[in-house]
């Protein structure tokens, strides 16, 4: 205590008497000695209110009264996943349609309503001031209940989409994203399907009107509202406008085609003439979000590549440069769909071979020949419990996280859970997870850069075989 | 702290902007400032903070009044390239170890170089404030001591590889290298990109990194914003400790800003061979945060631009439908300011036609202004925006040093909302008859071999794509 005192006092002095530069008389300041934290102050994840109205609509509310804003946001269970085959980009073009006018007013008409109270009302929800967030239900509610699908505006919303879409397949990262799940789950997996311009160009005003009638429905769908409310009057208000919406079409239920059968791993190479980096894909079909070691696999996720600093991270961009940044997670989909563990990052080029072989190393290496330590295995609980309070600070970072967790088939007290289970979790559980799913004879690996830089080395490092793919991942001859 | 209740602004503003303009920014100001302490230590340092005790996180932002305006040409991308050198490790903090550390107890850090300044932030639980400040005030006071030829190169490289990605990786990615070189005069260190001219990054040496160290990174160039739960009698305690000690370093230099003006107008074509529509950006030189002229330039960015309902896009995506996507924004850097138009063209639309149809839009701005109608939605914004920026202890710390470092006043965000909602269309009218002037650089950006799809072709334009060997633009 009184050395504390000491200190304290002399770095008073110094600084009442710094004048010039008089390091001597402030050296009782030991910068070697580091500072030992007190105890965290608790976080607790917000109360969630939840009501199911007669339509089956889900509402969940928070209260949060720091300030006088509000988030709003709309969870649909049936996503793109639903659309059908040749129709891929269905479900986003209706989405996106909603905004396009409404029974009661034009599209020009609705945006001059949202103009007039600073708040763009996106299908998918807004966040703005109490004292807009009346206005801008009822102009929610008008969008997901009576749009008008005007055939001039489906024109227009599917011409910007083909645009941007033949745009994005000209993009090494993009393409490879694309051939990467195309090859892990098949191409006729709803996983997989993504749009085309060419599927754009087919879709008609009687699809969106059918996907609607059929998918646009109150029992699948999660209404969020977290900020400055009370959830008695959100839960009336919310009735108001959208208590008449009529159940029914249908309910959006996981996905149980058969995927792919997993293949021996391969290096699928794309090429990209001239491009500087390349994309590397690297990654696997993992369990659904109900395995008992859920929380196991997310911390050997941290540990391996789900943050900056983790093993991937320091071997990659650290270590050897390769890259300005590398992440690998998990995609967690509802249960009993399985998810994808998968990283990728942007290699330079010429070390596009030494990176996969630093990858495939370090993947070998968590299933025990360099088990975590105990720092990496504190580190990694902290990344995701001691981060809480940080990730959920602001009333939008808490709407998004309650909508992922309702499109997951999760109930609000995932956080409680994650943080009463990761920090009992030992190295020999994350070992134990690494040696379960993380399967190096069964990897997808996806690259897409300028072959003749990349593929004579890459041949030469002899880590799995190279097959040369088109932009759809068919092998080339 | 903060008024818990909204005071409807915005209905004042519908209701015709009745209110008597003082009693408005007197609201305003309540409802939108960052409430701030400032103190500044006896060597230079300024402390400002801001106690919030709604989440138990703190936020921690060092900002040094240094950028690429303070490099010289021939080490451009320098000031980019020293911030990397900064997570090098210290004389008590190893090599890699700040991230480690940071992400260790679940913070959160990163660190961002512009033309201006290099500001370096953690967020961390709120327990951990005294790790941060030993941290910071460790690699400010003892970085040096760490610095070695193989960590600057293993830097040198990842900063490489940064550049890949972010500007070789995206489609016209080298537009904006192209308008900082166009805009700005080879004698206005505006000129160069932050990136810098990558040849330039080669030549950096270990005695840039320490002379670089020793003029920029100090106390009295520095400034340590807080925002968060803490205790504030703590925290100076805290950082007197810390950052106390360090010598106050010699004065600072600081560039001189050329005020050459564009005087004609530059045509200039971008080719690349991914794009497959194209693109058209016309820019002007304006203001920088030394001019009052800001509040309305972003007023008139917004009158122009705003999502949906803008001039351009209601003309362009919507009633004539030649566009999938247009920008219009006010960049203002602490000492010189540009207004670019953007417009990007569905495949098969005419840039020379879209060029037509902006020049008639802004000419109408000019000639007539905006009306009375027009400034509510962007007041709106203004109010909605700022308020939704104040949940964010992180956002907050950002601001109120950004403020402090580039105009002196920690408040300068809460005066710049005050500043917009005050804008009136003649004021409006008035910057863009000031700005918007022949001399302008307008930029056609086509797919590689459709030079013939560049605007107005038949007047004379330079093509500045850069030659394959990563020329300077």
Request: glycine residues 6%; hydrophobic residues 45%; contains cysteine.
């Amino acid at each position: 205590m009184s050395a504390r005192r000491a200190v304290l006092a002399c770095a008073a002095i110094c600084a009442a008497s710094m004048i010039g530069p008089r390091a001597a008389e402030c050296q009782v300041l030991d910068r070697r000695h580091r500072p030992v934290a007190p105890p965290a102050r608790a976080f607790v994840f917000p109360k969630v209110t939840e009501h199911v109205l007669a339509n089956g609509l889900r509402i969940q509310v928070v209260e949060n009264h720091e300030l006088p804003i509000v988030a709003v946001r709309m969870a649909m269970s049936a996503d793109s996943t639903e659309d059908p085959a040749g129709k891929e980009g269905l479900a986003s073009v209706t989405l996106a349609m909603l905004r396009e006018g409404t029974a009661r007013a034009s599209a020009d008409q609705l945006a001059r309503e949202m103009a007039a109270i600073g708040t763009p009302v996106a299908p998918a929800g807004f966040t703005t001031t109490t004292s807009h967030v009346d206005r801008a239900l009822d102009l929610l509610a008008d969008m997901w209940l009576h749009p008008a699908f005007a055939d001039s505006a489906l024109k227009r919303v599917e011409a910007l989409r083909a645009a941007a879409l033949r745009q994005q397949q000209a993009v090494p990262s993009y393409v490879a994203r694309a051939i990467f799940y195309r090859l892990l789950y098949g191409s006729e997996h709803p996983f997989f399907r993504a749009p085309t311009d060419t599927s754009i160009a087919t879709i008609s005003r009687d699809d969106v009107v059918r996907f609607h009638d059929q998918y646009v429905r109150p029992q699948n769908t999660t209404i969020i509202v977290v900020g400055d409310v009370r959830p008695a009057s959100v839960l009336a208000k919310l009735t108001r406008v959208f208590g008449a919406w009529p159940r029914g079409g249908v309910t959006a239920a996981p996905h149980t085609e058969p995927v792919a059968p997993r293949q021996a791993t391969t290096i699928f190479l794309h090429d990209a003439p001239g491009a500087s980096q390349a994309t590397v894909f690297v990654g696997e079909m993992g369990p659904p979000r109900t395995a008992p070691d859920f929380f196991a696999l997310e911390t050997a996720n941290t540990l391996f590549g789900a943050i900056p600093g983790s093993r991937l991270w320091q071997a990659l961009r650290e270590r050897h440069g390769f890259t300005y940044g590398v992440l690998s997670t998990s995609l967690w989909r509802r249960s009993p769909e399985p998810s994808t563990i998968r990283g990728s990052t942007n290699v330079n080029s010429p070390k596009t071979d030494s990176a996969v072989v630093v990858w495939l190393d370090e993947l070998k290496a968590m299933r025990g020949e360099r088990a975590p330590t105990d720092e990496e295995l504190e580190r990694a609980r902290m990344a995701q419990v001691g981060s809480l309070p940080i990730q959920l600070e602001t009333v939008d970072q808490i709407a998004t996280a309650l909508v992922r967790l309702s499109l997951a088939g999760e109930a609000p007290d995932f956080y409680s859970r994650l943080a009463a289970r990761v920090p009992a979790l030992t190295t020999s559980d994350i070992t134990a997870a690494a040696r379960k799913y993380f399967d190096p004879d069964h990897l997808v690996i996806v690259i897409v850069g300028d072959r003749k830089t990349i593929e004579p080395a890459l041949r030469a490092a002899n880590v799995a075989p190279v097959v040369i793919v088109d932009a759809s991942g068919r092998p080339i001859s | 702290m903060r008024p818990t209740r909204f005071f409807p602004v915005a209905a004042l503003l519908l209701a015709g902007g009745m209110a008597p303009a003082a009693l408005r920014a007197q609201r305003v100001d309540a409802e939108h400032a960052v409430p701030y302490t400032r103190t500044v230590l006896p060597n230079g340092l300024t402390l400002l903070l801001n106690e919030d005790h709604s989440s138990p996180i703190v936020a921690l932002h060092v900002w040094y009044h240094v950028g690429s305006k303070n490099e010289v040409p021939g080490k451009t991308g320098f000031a980019h390239l020293f911030e990397h050198m900064m997570s090098e490790g210290s004389e008590n903090v190893a090599p890699g170890e700040y991230r480690l550390l940071i992400r260790g107890m679940g913070g959160t850090m990163n660190a961002e170089t512009n033309e201006d300044r290099t500001e370096y932030y953690e967020v961390v639980p709120s327990n951990q404030l005294e790790t941060v400040l030993w941290m910071e005030s460790d690699r400010m006071a003892t970085l040096l001591s760490r610095v070695d030829q193989k960590r600057l190169d293993t830097e040198r490289e990842i900063v490489r590889n940064e550049r890949r990605q972010v500007i070789d990786g995206a489609v016209f990615g080298v537009a904006n290298d192209i308008t900082s070189a166009t805009m700005f005069p080879s004698d206005n260190p505006y000129h160069w990109a932050i990136y810098g001219v990558p040849a330039d990054l080669a030549a950096a040496t270990l005695d840039d990194v320490r002379q670089f160290f020793r003029t920029y990174y100090v106390p009295r160039n520095a400034i340590v914003a807080l925002s968060g739960d803490f205790n504030p009698a703590q925290a100076r305690k805290l950082v007197a400790k810390y950052f106390g000690s360090i010598p106050a370093g010699a004065a600072v230099p600081r560039p001189t800003i050329s005020e050459t003006r564009l005087t004609k107008e530059t045509r200039l074509a971008l080719e690349d061979a991914r794009a497959r529509a194209p693109w058209i950006r016309i820019a002007w030189r304006t203001a920088g945060d030394d001019s009052r002229d800001q509040y309305a330039l972003s007023v008139l960015a917004a009158v122009l631009g705003r999502a949906r309902t803008g001039k351009l896009s209601k003309l362009l995506l919507y009633d004539r439908q030649l566009a999938t996507a247009d920008t219009a924004a006010n960049f203002d850097w602490e000492k010189v300011g540009v207004l670019f138009i953007e417009v990007r063209a569905r495949p098969e639309a005419s840039l020379t036609e879209i060029e037509r149809l902006v020049d008639s839009v802004v000419t109408d701005v000019k000639q007539h202004g905006p009306s009375a109608a027009d400034l509510v939605p962007i007041r709106q914004d203004t109010a909605v925006g700022r308020l939704l920026q104040l949940q964010s202890d992180h956002e907050k710390a950002h601001t109120l040093a950004e403020g402090a470092g580039l105009t002196g006043n920690p408040g300068f965000y809460a005066q710049r909302v005050r500043g917009i909602l005050g804008v009136t269309p003649a004021d409006v009218q008035r910057v863009a008859n000031t700005y918007l002037g022949s001399g302008r650089m307008v930029l056609s950006m086509v797919p590689a071999g459709k030079l013939n799809q560049v605007s107005k072709p038949e007047l004379p334009y330079v093509n500045a794509t850069p030659t394959a060997a990563g020329g300077k633009p």
